[in-house]
């Protein structure tokens, strides 16, 4: 008979976690399972957007103490933003932002994508072109059928998702990738739990789980050296 101690315990518990996000990451746009490809278009999914006109509150973010810092950030793999557009589309690839000028482009709501897009919406004016529209959706279905039908023109989301998603869906096509960037998981800043969650990700790098992963989902390309926690973001 073993006993587990809490740090065991909690080891284990997060290297479940660390396994399932691996597999969500590469699964998470498009999947036909949790509603988001082709048989969305005929779901009962709710898609007003209730969270795109949340704007940051000056007054509130005063009230923060100086120096403080929002979460600490466990990588686990590199991912980042990619765009991807109906097979008719005259769209090839996407090298700067100035090419989305005067079209719709969807993207999920309260995500990096939405605030890179609002703040390079003064690109198009400065190049004397007209804006491009940008369009936030809640719910991911609601998001591919936007452009499916033609009331959006391009997707702006993560490289995995959309090669995922374009896989299951018909007619649709990934462009290229834009930017790449680490992505982890959000912790409190300084919580234990993150030096575990390090752990456990490289544990699954080291015993060969983690390529297993990736390669199942078609990811490779994201697989990262090793997990980090807070690295800086390479410009």
Avoid at 68 to 83: E, I, S
Avoid at 100 to 115: D, K, Q
Avoid at 131 to 148: F, H, M, N, R
Wanted: with cysteine; aromatic share 6%; net charge positive.
């Amino acid at each position: 008979m073993t006993t587990s101690t809490p740090r065991t315990t909690s080891l284990r518990a997060a290297a479940l976690l660390a396994t399932a996000a691996l597999a969500l990451t590469a699964c998470g746009s498009g999947d036909p399972s949790d509603g988001t490809g082709p048989a969305a278009a005929t779901a009962r999914i709710p898609t007003t957007d209730v969270v795109s006109g949340v704007k940051k509150d000056p007054a509130a973010a005063k009230l923060l103490p100086a120096g403080v810092r929002a979460l600490d950030f466990v990588t686990y793999v590199n991912d980042g933003q990619g765009f991807a557009a109906r097979e008719d589309s005259p769209l090839r690839k996407v090298t700067s932002l100035r090419q989305l000028c005067g079209l719709t482009v969807a993207t999920g709501a309260g995500t990096t994508f939405e605030t890179t897009l609002e703040e390079n919406a003064h690109l198009c004016k400065e190049a004397g072109k007209q804006p491009y529209d940008v369009k936030t959706y809640a719910e991911q279905g609601a998001l591919w059928i936007s452009l499916q039908q033609g009331r959006s023109d391009v997707v702006m989301s993560t490289i995995n998702g959309l090669r995922y998603a374009v896989r299951q869906q018909p007619g649709l096509r990934f462009l290229n990738e834009f930017k790449r960037l680490d992505v982890g998981f959000a912790f409190k800043k300084g919580t234990p739990l993150a030096p575990a969650v390090r752990a456990a990700v490289n544990r699954l790098k080291k015993d060969g789980t983690y390529d297993r992963i990736l390669k199942k989902w078609g990811t490779g390309p994201s697989a990262i050296a090793t997990s980090r926690i807070s690295p800086p973001e390479v410009k």
